[in-house]
């Protein structure tokens, strides 16, 4: 037990020395990520992945599902379970006649389960929150006096979590959990504009600091069906609060032949928050080798605030018009041959894959922004080793790939290809060695 909780503290500090580092660096390079706290990460494992982000339901006691802590109930006594994960994206953009490639990479997240008694499973961990990075130009022409007007939209930033959590069993069947998790990042966005016939340039800034705490609660309740079935009935929920951040905008005008410049600077106190969400799961099992998950999600940012600079005018506001609930349906499969084969590699093979369905957060110039439309594959494949003969102890490499596709009437449409790569280490740490 103590050597599990001190590889899991070290692991964890490492974790978040390396994220503090990189703070500043952005996990996505979408456009979409200027509206709102950014473009809103995944925050389900590698193997969910597979399902495309499909586990409310999913109650796997080798798994570590932080979709719904209800499930760390489910770990194994005699295991230490650690996984980890990062992914490379492709995206294509298109507007008009236009199409720009980009890539990134990006780490995603560390996780930790380990039972601390009969019934009660702790999970703790590293988790992201949303992303912000994006950088264009765009000009237009206005007339003979003002000539074209350039403006150049930059931003990056980003929010993350560290969490602890914990889920217990107190009837056979039903079990209830939580995950209490720090929120912290920043964002900077910038707007700056200049013409081919004036002296003057201007440019607005925006930036918010954020450190706080993020609540969900969970509960699962799992019946069988028969002697090979079982259904899992999954739910969660979250708090929405005010964060405690001053969002500051920032319009400097200069004129860059004298280089005299006036600043006015606006500061909106308590000016961020996150919704109330909440979420329902259905999973069938069968045999214990084929699992089908179905998930429904929504979060009530549409009754939330957000901070906008009105030109008419000229102050730093909140709205209630900028902000509407996402809802997200997801359904997805994982299938292995024969787990308790005693020979056959490919027969221990998890097959996945899944569909999803996502509406925005955030409005743009009125309207609801892009829908996203995404399908999934997945892969789970078994590390042997001498050191773990037993097929429920071995370590798993699971790869999953996605294509996300982002699109609204009269805005930049996005095509994305991610794979997800991540490695779950199951050791058996709490067994009791015997010498003969």
């Not at 939330?304 to 997801?330: G, K, M």
Request: proline content about 3%; hydrophobic content about 35%.
């Amino acid at each position: 037990m103590k050597k599990s909780i001190f590889v899991g503290i070290l692991a964890a500090s490492i974790s978040i020395t390396a994220w503090g580092q990189n703070s500043s660096q952005s996990g996505t390079i979408s456009p979409y990520s200027q509206y709102g706290l950014g473009v809103l990460a995944d925050q389900s494992q590698s193997f969910n992945r597979g399902m495309n982000g499909t586990g409310l339901a999913m109650r796997e006691g080798t798994l570590v599902n932080t979709l719904n802590p209800a499930s760390y109930s489910a770990v194994d006594s005699l295991t230490m379970l650690f996984d980890a994960g990062l992914s490379l994206q492709l995206t294509n953009f298109k507007e008009g006649g236009t199409s720009v490639n980009a890539r990134n990479a990006d780490f995603d997240y560390v996780v930790g389960l380990f039972r601390m008694r009969k019934n009660l499973g702790v999970s703790f961990g590293l988790l992201p929150f949303s992303d912000v990075g994006y950088s264009y130009t765009t000009s237009t022409y206005l007339n003979s006096t003002i000539g074209s007007i350039t403006e150049t939209y930059s931003g990056d930033g980003g929010f993350h979590q560290a969490f602890v959590g914990a889920g217990w069993r107190p009837l056979k069947g039903l079990s209830f959990g939580f995950n209490f998790a720090y929120l912290w990042g920043n964002y900077n966005r910038s707007v700056s504009s200049t013409s081919s016939t004036t002296v003057n340039s201007l440019s607005k800034t925006y930036k918010a600091t954020v450190s706080s705490y993020d609540l969900t609660l969970g509960m699962q309740w799992q019946m069988p069906l028969g002697r090979k079935d079982k259904v899992t009935l999954g739910a969660t929920w979250g708090l929405g609060h005010k964060l405690g951040a001053d969002p500051n905008c920032e319009i400097v005008n200069v004129n860059t032949s004298t280089l005299i410049s006036d600043t006015t600077s606006f500061t909106i106190s308590n000016g961020l928050e996150l919704p109330m969400k909440y979420g329902v799961g259905l999973a069938w099992t069968h045999r214990d080798r084929l699992i089908v998950a179905a998930d429904f999600s929504q979060q009530k940012w549409g009754g939330l605030d957000y901070p906008s600079y009105e030109e008419t005018a000229r102050q730093y506001v909140l709205r209630s018009d900028l902000l509407t609930d996402r809802t997200r349906i997801s359904l997805g499969a994982d299938y292995v041959p024969d787990p308790l084969h005693p020979t056959n590699y490919l027969k221990h093979v998890h097959f996945r894959g899944g569909v999803a369905y996502t509406t925005p957060y955030y409005k743009i110039n009125g309207q609801d922004g892009p829908k996203e439309l995404s399908v999934s594959a997945g892969i789970g494949l078994p590390l042997l080793s001498k050191w773990n003969t037993q097929a429920a102890m071995r370590p798993v490499l699971n790869i999953s790939a996605q294509w996300a596709h982002t699109s609204a009437q009269d805005l930049i449409t996005d095509n994305t290809f991610r794979i997800t790569i991540g490695l779950t280490f199951n050791e058996r740490w709490f067994a009791k060695w015997r010498i003969d």
